[in-house]
């Protein structure tokens, strides 16, 4: 079982670009949820996709965007980025709502 | 809402030595709690999960936590710290109820240093 797989693991981004972060959660795992970890701190719920619909939302501004697929992958799409969007993106799977299993991340950097 | 805490950012142990981990939470509703280790440049291991069962649970590595309802903790123990232990440990919360369901709390974390 591969887990849950994250692409790609390290992103260079310019101020004011656009930036796609996918997941693929772990085999059985119809919930994917994204947070984002700042250096330093601990990780930030962003949002959680189940049945391709959001379910749940954090405290992100609506430059943060997601969508699930039928076969319940998932992309994380920031707009507009901000140097303060730099960090370590993680998705996480579950098979039930509360269970997780995170992925190893990708490491964006915006200049 | 829910909120986590955990006391000391950084904490410096012996190889062999106890591991103890302090984590207090706050919920308006039954928890679920749980810890994670991170390692450098690494996504997040689950340690250990306690979902209302028994109090004390055991998770890989060696590492347990007890819940305590009474003082709002999930502190987390190794008897006999190794050096591979070094990373460090998130405690988080969620619940299956109200409108945080299924979101992870995260505390900020406390970084493991183990000394030889």
């Known amino acids: 079982d591969a887990g849950v797989t994250q692409s790609p693991t390290h992103l260079i981004k310019t101020r004011g670009q656009q930036v796609t972060l996918r997941c693929s959660p772990k085999?059985?795992?119809?919930?994917v949820s994204w947070y984002q970890q700042a250096l330093g701190q601990g990780p930030q719920f962003i949002f959680q996709?189940?049945?391709?619909?959001?379910?749940q939302r954090g405290n992100f501004p609506d430059r943060f965007s997601g969508h699930q697929f039928p076969n319940y992958s998932s992309e994380l799409n920031v707009n507009a980025l901000l140097l303060g969007d730099s960090a370590l993106y993680l998705c996480?799977?579950?098979?039930?709502?509360?269970?997780?299993?995170f992925g190893s991340g990708t490491r964006l950097t915006v200049v | 809402a829910q909120s986590v805490t955990q006391l000391g950012s950084h904490v410096s142990v012996s190889e062999g030595a106890l591991v103890l981990l302090r984590c207090n939470y706050s919920?308006?509703?039954?928890?679920?709690l749980f810890w994670y280790v991170q390692y450098p440049n690494q996504g997040l291991q689950l340690l250990l999960k306690?979902?209302?069962?028994?109090?004390l649970v055991k998770g890989i590595n060696g590492f347990e936590a007890e819940f305590k309802k009474s003082e709002t903790s999930f502190h987390l123990t190794k008897p006999s710290a190794h050096m591979s232990d070094a990373a460090e440990y998130f405690c988080?919360?969620?619940?299956?109820?109200?409108?945080?369901?299924?979101?992870?709390?995260f505390g900020k974390g406390t970084k493991l240093s183990v000394k030889p």
């Open positions: 996709y189940y049945e391709e619909e959001e379910r």
């Open positions: 306690y979902t209302s069962a028994a109090t």
């Open positions: 996480a799977s579950s098979p039930d709502g509360y269970g997780y299993t």
């Open positions: 919920s308006s509703v039954p928890p679920y």
């Open positions: 988080a919360v969620t619940t299956l109820g109200g409108g945080s369901q299924g979101n992870l709390i």
């Open positions: 085999s059985g795992h119809d919930t």
